[in-house]
């Protein structure tokens, strides 16, 4: 089993900064693929950004040159840097790691709010 915890997340205005972190337990950190999704009140979760095992990254575009997710292997840690925030990124964010060899695993962190606001 693997344990996901979030943290970083708060109140923030309208063009701030936060940097979200999650730690993930295990000794195979390395080998999962991470991701940050988020829901905001009455939408559906949607990935925000996500990076493989090897370093590719990919975002959702409302994001793209404002986030940066990133991963320490060595701290079993994966990292988004938000910039520019925007009201509209107001959500709970979550970790995702995920095992995409043998039987698939999605394992959740329990999610940390991020607002924006004035």
């Known amino acids: 089993q693997v344990q996901v915890v979030e943290s970083g997340g708060g109140l923030v205005q309208p063009g701030g900064s936060l940097r979200l972190s999650c730690v993930a337990s295990?000794?195979?950190?390395?080998?999962?693929?991470m991701g940050w999704y988020r829901q905001a009140p009455g939408k559906q979760r949607e990935l925000v950004a996500g990076i493989t095992s090897g370093g590719s990254t990919n975002y959702v575009d409302s994001v793209k040159g404002r986030f940066t997710i990133s991963r320490d292997n060595a701290k079993n840690t994966v990292y988004l840097q938000m910039n520019s925030l925007k009201p509209e990124d107001t959500a709970v964010y979550y970790c995702?790691?995920?095992?995409?060899?043998?039987?698939?695993?999605?394992?959740w962190g329990q999610g940390t709010q991020v607002t924006v606001s004035s």
């Open positions: 995702n790691a995920r095992k995409n060899w043998g039987t698939k695993v999605d394992y």
């Open positions: 295990g000794s195979i950190f390395r080998l999962y693929a």
